[in-house]
């Protein structure tokens, strides 16, 4: 199995108890494959330690610091693509960069990012 990077939109709807996300996300523990999650995404995300599901659903996870490196990739593909989600370009480097299918519910706008890395990799809508 692939190796997967969650963003935004997976991280709500598993602390919303998204049943489809819970179950995708059983599917690559049990096979071995633990999601990435880069740190921007929790800080879009994260709003209080009450989010219990959502805490739940990170202790399965990495989580990928965001280097300088990555900041500047990241920067580099929302300018070639012309968007301005940071969170987002975040996301798709990081998918480009380990070759992982992207989990996200927000298919169009990770297209277009994946599309200016130059990266061959899948999206998995939610």
Same mark, same amino acid.
């Given at each position: 199995?692939?190796? #997967?990077?969650?963003?935004?939109?997976?991280?709500?709807? #598993?602390? $919303?108890?998204?049943? &489809?996300?819970? &179950?995708?996300? $059983?599917?690559?523990? !049990?096979?071995?494959?633990?999601? =990435? =999650?880069? @740190?921007? =995404?929790?800080?879009?995300?994260? +709003? @209080?330690?009450?989010?219990?599901?959502?805490? +739940?659903? *990170?202790?399965?996870? !990495? =989580?990928?610091? *965001?280097?300088? !490196?990555? %900041?500047?990739? %990241?920067?580099?593909?929302?300018?070639?693509?012309?968007?301005? /989600?940071?969170? /987002?370009?975040?996301? %798709?480097?990081? #998918?480009? +960069? *380990?070759? &992982?299918?992207?989990? @996200?519910? /927000?298919?169009? /706008?990770?297209?277009?990012?994946?599309?200016? #890395?130059?990266?061959?990799? +899948?999206?998995?809508?939610?």
């Amino acid at each position: 199995m692939t190796p #997967a990077v969650y963003d935004a939109g997976v991280l709500v709807a #598993a602390d $919303r108890n998204s049943r &489809a996300v819970w &179950a995708g996300h $059983r599917v690559r523990l !049990e096979a071995g494959i633990v999601p =990435v =999650v880069p @740190s921007p =995404v929790i800080a879009q995300v994260s +709003r @209080s330690a009450g989010q219990v599901q959502l805490r +739940r659903l *990170l202790r399965g996870c !990495e =989580v990928a610091a *965001l280097t300088g !490196e990555a %900041a500047h990739a %990241a920067g580099y593909l929302l300018g070639r693509a012309g968007t301005s /989600d940071v969170v /987002d370009a975040v996301v %798709a480097y990081t #998918a480009a +960069r *380990l070759h &992982a299918d992207v989990v @996200s519910g /927000d298919h169009a /706008d990770i297209a277009r990012l994946l599309g200016a #890395a130059g990266a061959d990799v +899948r999206i998995i809508d939610i």
